[in-house]
C-alpha cells in the first residue's frame, strides 16, 4: 500500500463572535456599580442627618446647661457678698459675671 498522499485540509469555518453578550455583561456591571453607589450615598445621607438631629439636641441640652450654670453663677456672686465662705470660692476661681451682649439694631437711615 501506498501511502496516501496529504489531503489538504479544508478551511477552518469562520468564527463570529456578536458583541452582544459582552456588551450586555458590562452594562450588568456598571449598573450593578451605580446601584451600588447610590445605596451607599442613600445611607451616608441617612446617617448624616441622624447626626445633625443628636447634634442639635446636644446642642440644646448645653444651651439648657449654661442658662442653669449662669443662674448659679449668679447666684453665688450674690452669696459673695455676704458670705465669707462664697466670697473665697469667688476669689480662688476668680469668677466674674459679665452679661451676655444684646444684639445691636440695625442702623437707620437719617433723612435730612
Known sequence: MKPSAP?????????????????LLLALCLLSLLSWN????????????RLVAQLDLQLKQA???EQKLQVIMADLLELAKQDTQAAEIVSRYKIA???????????TPKNP
Open 63 to 65: 444651651a439648657q446647661t
Open 97 to 107: 459675671f459679665t452679661p451676655p451682649a444684646k444684639t445691636a439694631k440695625p442702623a
Open 7 to 23: 489531503q489538504p485540509k479544508a478551511p477552518a469555518p469562520e468564527v463570529r463572535f456578536s458583541p452582544f453578550l459582552p456588551m
Open 38 to 49: 447610590l445605596f451607599l450615598v442613600v445611607n451616608q445621607r441617612a446617617e448624616g442627618q
